[in-house]
């Protein structure tokens, strides 16, 4: 089965690290032009030195941000809200200033970007495909992870609503909700022998996995290989929700 993506244009935001970045560069491997949104410039400039891509830079933290990005990439056939931040503290210690900006950036921001680019698919008439980057914490509660599991749960809880709207304009939307993913954040949050391994223990397959498994399976639900799939949550976690 070989993806293509040839004459269509992708928007990836988050897309200066880790997952997002590895997204950006199957996507162009597969022929789609892409739009890349970062808050970092000199991640933004190394990208370009790795893959062909045109690149915003933006904090999304703001609304204002956000939509002046999604206006910024023009149009839009393919969407991944990728962004995402984890600030972890145990429950009875979560700032309100730490909640608020995690549901921003994790939540608020997709919800913005999707609503301005679907906004151009309808207009095109041609359809598209969105995809919500999530976690397996939006489904599983993790200790210490309060603002990240509440802003996961609801990304895939509007990945539900936004399929079920968008449907009709034959706009599929879907989220892929990966377990540990050994990007530097990931590193530095499960790298710990007294952390990582109680979660690696609950992993079927006994592994934590890569950016290159989350992007393989974001292209494919972008592509016309999953044309009757609309408002799924995809677990990405080696049978880590089957316990």
Request: hydrophobic share 45%.
């Amino acid at each position: 089965m070989d993806i293509r993506f040839d004459g269509k244009r992708a928007l990836v935001t988050g897309a200066g690290k880790g997952i997002g970045r590895e997204i950006v560069k199957v996507l162009a491997d597969c022929g789609a032009h892409v739009v890349a949104v970062s808050r970092t410039q000199a991640d933004l400039d190394s990208l370009q030195t790795e893959t062909d891509c045109s690149v915003i830079l933006a904090d999304i933290t703001s609304p204002a941000g956000a939509k002046q990005a999604a206006e910024a990439a023009g149009d839009i056939d393919l969407l991944v809200n990728n962004a995402g931040i984890a600030l972890l503290a145990p429950f009875l210690e979560v700032t309100v200033e730490d909640f608020d900006e995690t549901i921003a950036v994790n939540l608020r921001a997709a919800l913005i970007f999707s609503q301005v680019i679907a906004k151009g698919m309808i207009a095109r008439g041609k359809g598209g495909a969105i995809v919500n980057v999530s976690s397996q914490a939006g489904v599983a509660a993790l200790h210490n992870h309060a603002s990240y599991c509440a802003s996961k749960a609801g990304l895939d809880h509007l990945t539900r609503v936004m399929a079920l709207e968008l449907g009709p304009h034959q706009i599929r939307v879907n989220s892929v909700n990966p377990t540990v993913i050994l990007t530097p954040m990931g590193e530095k949050v499960w790298g710990d022998p007294a952390k990582g391994g109680p979660m690696l223990a609950k992993i079927p397959l006994g592994r934590f996995g890569y950016p290159i498994h989350v992007a393989q399976v974001v292209a494919y639900l972008l592509s016309d290989q999953a044309d009757m799939v609309t408002g799924i949550i995809m677990p990405i976690d080696g049978g880590y929700l089957v316990g």
